[in-house]
């Protein structure tokens, strides 16, 4: 079956990875993909549950939402079994990243608009910063060439649905259940 995503995603990989090239670019999308990875993401949700109130119930939103998240993309991953642009596409720059797992649906990316959207539905005051971050690290994946420009928007769109499902579903229905079970500290309404 033909691609029809493929001008799209040439389009933008050449506009991202090529055309875009530059010294500073280099420096951020390389170090502002780590955003997005398993170590900053499990680091800033352990310091959440550490803190007391507020911090502690944004912090147990986020893991619930990095779970699901992570879920439908490890699932999608092993479904579609997308080759990374860097072991097709010729002449790209890879800045000696070397993967050894599947493209579709960028994790990076969905994790960061998983978190970005629980912190938004949180704090409406810290929304377009959480977003701006979120969506540099998205085009940090197409940057470095380890994701085409479908890949992150898949990504985008199952972090936002699933910390969406957490936020309004999933934590609404938990937290009824633990505010019964346990003394919270603090006012959590959302």
């Known amino acids: 079956m033909k691609n029809p995503f ?6 933008f990989i050449n506009l991202i990875n090529r055309k875009m090239n530059n010294k500073f670019f280099n420096f951020m999308f390389y170090y502002i993909t780590h955003l997005g990875g398993l170590v900053f993401l499990s680091l800033l949700t352990l310091s959440l549950l550490f803190i007391k109130g507020q911090p502690r119930k944004l912090g147990l939103e986020i893991l619930l939402g990095q779970v699901l998240t992570s879920a439908i993309v490890q699932i999608l ?6 080759n990374r642009p860097y072991w097709i596409l010729d002449n790209l720059n890879t800045y000696g990243i070397d993967l050894s797992d599947y493209s579709f649906p960028s994790g990076h990316s969905a994790a960061s608009f ?6 938004a539905c949180n704090y409406s005051n810290l929304a377009l910063i959480v977003f701006i971050l979120a969506g540099l690290v998205a085009i940090s994946r197409i940057y ?11 990504g985008i769109i199952i972090g936002v649905a699933s910390s969406l499902a957490v936020h309004y579903f999933i934590f609404s229905a938990l937290y009824v259940y633990l505010e019964n079970k346990f003394t919270w500290e603090g006012n959590y309404t959302c």
């Open 144 to 154: 470095l060439a380890v994701h085409y420009p479908t890949d992150v928007l898949a």
């Open 114 to 119: 998983s978190v970005a959207t629980i912190v």
């Open 6 to 11: 493929k001008s799209f995603d040439n389009f």
């Open 77 to 82: 991953k092993r479904i579609f079994l997308r």
